[in-house]
T-cell receptor, first 112, second 113 residues
Framework: NAGVTQTPKFQVLKTGQSMTLQCAQD?????MSWYRQDPGMGLRLIHY???????DQGEVPNGYNVSRSTTEDFPLRLLSAAPSQTSVYFC???????????FGQGTRLTVV | GENVEQHPSTLSVQEGDSAVIKCTYS??????FPWYKQELGKRPQLIID?????GEKKDQRIAVTLNKTAKHFSLHITETQPEDSAVYFC????????????FGTGTRLKVLA
C-alpha cells in the first residue's frame, strides 16, 4: 500500500492564482481531512470528510474548497491564493474520525 | 468551538531525564486522545493514544494519562534519548457528531546529550 499520497510536494503561486492540491489514499478509509501547519500554531483543520459525498468545514475553511466524489480522493482547492495561505499542507486519512490518522508527506506552498 | 491547548511550547531536558507534556480540551464529547511525533521535515506519526474508558496507557518509555473530569491528558516520556527530539502534538476527537479531529499547538522537545 502507498498509504496517503499528496501532490505536489512544493508549489509557488502568485497572489490571485488558483490551484488544487491532490490527496489520494489506498487504505479504503472513510475519514479524510486537510490541515495546514504554521510555526507556533500546530495543525489546524481546514476541511474534512466522513465519506464520499460528505464534507464539512474545520477550524480555518475560508479561501478553500473541497469535494469527495470517491472514497480514495480528497482534493483541496485554493480559489484565489493569498500570501496568508503560505503554509505546509497535510492531508490525512483514518478508518473513522476517532482512530489513528495517517498523514501524507505534505505540500509546501508559497504564495508571493 | 472545540479547542485543545498544549503546554509547554518548548521543552529542553537532559538525556536520561523525563519529559511531560500537558493538554486540555474543551469538548466534553471528546473520547479519543492521540499523541503524534513529528521529526524535522517529516509527517506526523502516531506514537500512543488513549480512549476515555482508560485512565493510563503505557508503551515502553512513553505513557499517557487521562483525567476526563478535569478534561486534561498528558504525555510522559521517561529515560529520554536524543532521538526523542521532535515536535509532539496532542489531539482530541469525539466518538460521533462532528468528528472534528483537533490538534494542539505542539511542543518542541529537545533532549540534550
Amino acid at each position: 500500500n502507498a498509504g496517503v499520497t499528496q501532490t505536489p510536494k512544493f508549489q509557488v503561486l502568485k497572489t490571485g492564482q488558483s490551484m488544487t492540491l491532490q490527496c489520494a489514499q489506498d487504505m479504503n478509509h472513510e475519514y479524510m481531512s486537510w490541515y495546514r501547519q504554521d510555526p507556533g500554531m500546530g495543525l489546524r483543520l481546514i476541511h474534512y470528510s466522513v465519506g464520499a459525498g460528505i464534507t464539512d468545514q474545520g477550524e480555518v475553511p475560508n479561501g478553500y474548497n473541497v469535494s469527495r466524489s470517491t472514497t480514495e480522493d480528497f482534493p483541496l482547492r485554493l480559489l484565489s491564493a493569498a500570501p496568508s495561505q503560505t503554509s505546509v499542507y497535510f492531508c490525512a486519512s483514518s478508518p473513522s474520525g476517532n482512530t489513528e490518522a495517517f498523514f501524507g508527506q505534505g505540500t509546501r506552498l508559497t504564495v508571493v | 468551538g472545540e479547542n485543545v491547548e498544549q503546554h509547554p511550547s518548548t521543552l529542553s531536558v537532559q538525556e536520561g531525564d523525563s519529559a511531560v507534556i500537558k493538554c486540555t480540551y474543551s469538548d466534553s464529547a471528546s473520547n479519543y486522545f492521540p499523541w503524534y511525533k513529528q521529526e524535522l521535515g517529516k509527517r506526523p506519526q502516531l506514537i500512543i493514544d488513549i480512549r476515555s474508558n482508560v485512565g493510563e496507557k503505557k508503551d515502553q518509555r512513553i505513557a499517557v494519562t487521562l483525567n476526563k473530569t478535569a478534561k486534561h491528558f498528558s504525555l510522559h516520556i521517561t529515560e529520554t534519548q536524543p532521538e526523542d527530539s521532535a515536535v509532539y502534538f496532542c489531539a482530541a476527537s469525539p466518538t460521533s457528531g462532528t468528528y472534528k479531529y483537533i490538534f494542539g499547538t505542539g511542543t518542541r522537545l529537545k533532549v540534550l546529550a
